[in-house]
């Protein structure tokens, strides 16, 4: 059974950095692309950050610079390092592993940035 599960969301001022973790079973994970996807309440899910199989990752314009996708082949954990984290980046934040017509979805991890 595939499952993938986030953690490391909570709480963060304005400014501030999270580390979010996902971590897969049930999948060959080192031959999945992984992506973080976030959605803000009332919003439509976003995707944030991809890093493929080969290590390349891309980000979506808003956070260049401030975030970095990263992924552990023996631990099949995929992590987002987000810094300098912003109010309007509140929403909960979905890791998604997916390779040919597969695609698995995270239960999500709450992020919150407010003073």
């Known amino acids: 059974q595939v499952q993938l599960v986030e953690s490391g969301g909570g709480l963060v001022q304005p400014g501030g950095s999270l580390r979010l973790s996902c971590a897969a079973n049930g999948i060959g994970f080192a031959s999945y692309a992984m992506d973080w996807y976030r959605q803000a309440q009332g919003k439509q899910r976003e995707l944030v950050a991809t890093?493929?199989?080969?290590?390349?990752?891309s980000y979506v314009d808003s956070v260049k610079g401030r975030f970095t996708i990263s992924r552990d082949n023996a631990k099949n954990t995929v992590y987002l390092q987000m810094n300098n984290l912003k109010p309007e980046e509140t929403a909960v934040y979905y890791c998604?592993?997916?390779?040919?017509?597969?695609?698995?979805w995270g239960q999500g991890t709450q992020v919150t940035v407010s003073s």
């Open positions: 890093i493929f199989s080969t290590g390349t990752t």
């Open positions: 998604n592993a997916k390779r040919g017509g597969n695609q698995y």
